[in-house]
């Protein structure tokens, strides 16, 4: 079992910055998702342990990037030029798949969430 601790997240105004965080147990590839108010769950980045590339939602592309600490296990994702419609639930994932390119889908293990809102 992969255990996924997430932190960051929280309010800001539309136009800043902010930066999440994921911790895993183990070295994984590891993305975010995000959902937001009645809609569904959305890929947002990911990132694989072994090589380090990164994909990215058109939607987030050139505003966000995420990065990885290989020996700390952990993700980050640094959220700049932030938009009221980037308000979401925002969850670290990890997945098992040993693809050389971040899936952005199948993801096995969750974390709990950790809510963001931008203001306008």
């Known amino acids: 079992q992969v255990q996924l601790v997430e932190s960051g997240g929280g309010l800001v105004q539309a136009g800043g910055s902010l930066r999440l965080s994921c911790a895993a147990s183990?070295?994984?590839?590891m993305g975010w998702f995000r959902q937001a108010p009645a809609k569904e769950r959305e890929f947002v980045a990911a990132?694989?342990?072994?090589?380090?590339?990164?994909v990215y939602a058109d939607s987030v592309k050139g505003r966000f990037t995420i990065s990885r600490d290989n020996d700390k296990n952990t993700v980050s994702l640094q959220m700049n030029s932030l938009k009221p419609e980037d308000t979401a639930v925002y969850y670290c994932?990890?997945?098992?798949?040993?693809?050389?390119?971040?899936?952005?889908?199948?993801?096995?293990?969750w974390g709990q969430g950790t809510p963001l809102t931008v203001s306008s």
């Open positions: 994932a990890a997945t098992l798949s040993a693809s050389a390119w971040p899936p952005r889908s199948g993801y096995n293990y």
């Open positions: 990132i694989t342990w072994r090589t380090a590339i990164a």
């Open positions: 183990v070295p994984i590839t």
